[in-house]
């Protein structure tokens, strides 16, 4: 089991930028794939952006490609997702996850381990 602790989160002006960090601990060395997903209350949850564990191929949604940028950190067990020109349609909640595939996936059912999440606000 790996434990995911998402923090960074906040309240920023359209335009501005947040960085998100996941950290993770437990038996993270089975994990090949980590990412990003993000809620907004009565709403799915939308996928965000992930990153292969080994090599560092990303993969990202169309509405946060150019904008986002997820990285890791494998010394310190750690996810990062560094949000730019940040609109107000990204405010949600976010969820850091971890999966055991391969495969850089977009579905949630994919991952296995979540985070608590942490609100992310941008104001106009």
């Known amino acids: 089991q790996v434990q995911l602790v998402e923090s960074g989160g906040g309240l920023v002006q359209a335009g501005g930028s947040l960085r998100l960090s996941c950290a993770a601990s437990g038996r993270t060395v089975s994990r090949n794939v980590m990412g990003w997903f993000r809620q907004a209350p009565g709403k799915e949850r939308e996928f965000v952006a992930a990153?292969?564990?080994?090599?560092?191929?990303?993969y990202y949604a169309e509405s946060v490609k150019g904008r986002f940028t997820i990285s890791r950190d494998s010394a310190k067990n750690a996810v990062y997702l560094q949000m730019n020109s940040l609109k107000p349609e990204d405010t949600d909640i976010y969820y850091c996850a971890s999966s055991l595939q391969v495969v850089l996936s977009a579905q949630e059912r994919t991952y296995d381990s979540w985070g608590q999440g942490t609100q992310v606000t941008v104001s106009s």
């Open positions: 990153i292969r564990c080994l090599c560092g191929t990303t």
